[in-house]
């Protein structure tokens, strides 16, 4: 057999749109922390901050857009498998 169950692609691509919005909210949850009034002062809070902000955060918010266009990829050859079997 060629191809794949388009339900099982669907059940994946959901799997990692979920996963994505999990990375999003942990993302904007920790970014608040960081950036909130938290009392922390000095050099390391400063190098840790710009850290945060100018990689972590943002690898976060990569990888959660990555998961998504994967997300997309799937429910297209999910479609596509199903189109080319009924046809």
Known sequence: MLGADPEELRALAREMS??????????????????GPLQWHGPDAFFFKHAWNSS?????????????????????QAQDQQDTSSS
């Open 18 to 35: 979920q996963r994505a919005d999990q990375l999003r909210e942990a993302r904007a949850t920790l970014s608040a922390k960081v950036n």
């Open 56 to 76: 972590h955060a943002p690898t976060l918010h990569k990888a959660a857009e990555m998961l998504l266009e994967a997300s997309r990829r799937l429910q297209q």
